[in-house]
């Protein structure tokens, strides 16, 4: 399994501070994507990043992925109490594979 | 433009009942699937579609059935159901390949006692 897996597994952190979270995966991928899952609710995609790009931003969001350390990060600056979620990272393999996800990292932004 | 709905929100079943889990999505996408989410699992997938007539088995299908007859509906059915498929399942649509952006549904909150 190429599944990607998230750490830390949980992050607290105050309003208006950064936050970092990793996600690593085993083998060759195509691209990889994070998602956001709010309490209870569906998860909302933040952001795709493939395997031949290296860094991608959107809004406060800061993605960077390292092929040969098969890795990614995810940086959120300036953090909000709206940003309390669950992160998860997605990985896909080739053009023919499903998107398969990490256990993901339990975001608390406290005000 | 709703997007992907899912229906019920919850649902309570007794071991052994059958039941379906509807999906269905207005953005004319193509690819169609279903996980299921558990605590400290992450998601997992259970089937999927690439379109109408076409569906494959994703990591974890036993004990439930797709079929897609239309572009817009990707209904899950849990044939004879169990304690261990107590979770809460997702469906999602894209409009790209296998891989792509997905949009999620919001969910259905399944127990089975």
């Known amino acids: 399994s190429q599944q990607g897996e998230e750490d830390p597994q949980a992050l607290s952190i105050q309003e208006g501070e950064n936050a970092t979270m990793n996600c690593s995966y085993k083998?060759?991928?195509?691209?990889l994507q994070w998602y956001r899952q709010n309490s209870g609710r569906g998860l909302v995609h933040l952001i795709l990043i493939r395997s031949n790009e290296r860094e991608k931003h959107s809004g406060r969001l800061r993605v960077t992925l390292d092929t040969s350390k098969k890795s990614s990060s995810l940086l959120i600056t300036a953090s909000r109490a709206a940003d309390t979620a669950s992160y998860f990272c997605a990985t896909a393999a080739g053009s023919q594979g499903n998107l398969i996800f990490g256990k993901g990292t339990k975001l608390s932004v406290k005000p | 433009n709703a997007g992907v709905t899912q229906t019920p929100k919850f649902q309570v079943l007794k071991t052994g009942q059958s039941m379906t889990l509807q999906c269905a999505q207005d953005m004319n996408h193509e690819y169609m699937s279903w996980y299921r989410q558990d605590p400290g699992m992450g998601l997992r997938l259970i089937h999927y579609s690439v379109g109408a007539g076409i569906t494959d088995q994703g990591e974890v299908p036993n004990g439930y059935n797709v079929s897609r007859s239309t572009t817009e509906d990707f209904p899950l059915r849990l044939l004879s159901a169990a304690p261990s498929q107590t979770s809460v399942y997702f469906c999602?649509?894209?409009?790209?390949?296998?891989?792509?952006?997905?949009?999620f549904g919001s969910g259905t909150q399944l127990s089975v006692l």
């Open positions: 999602a649509s894209s409009g790209g390949t296998y891989n792509e952006k997905l949009f």
């Open positions: 083998t060759s991928i195509n691209n």
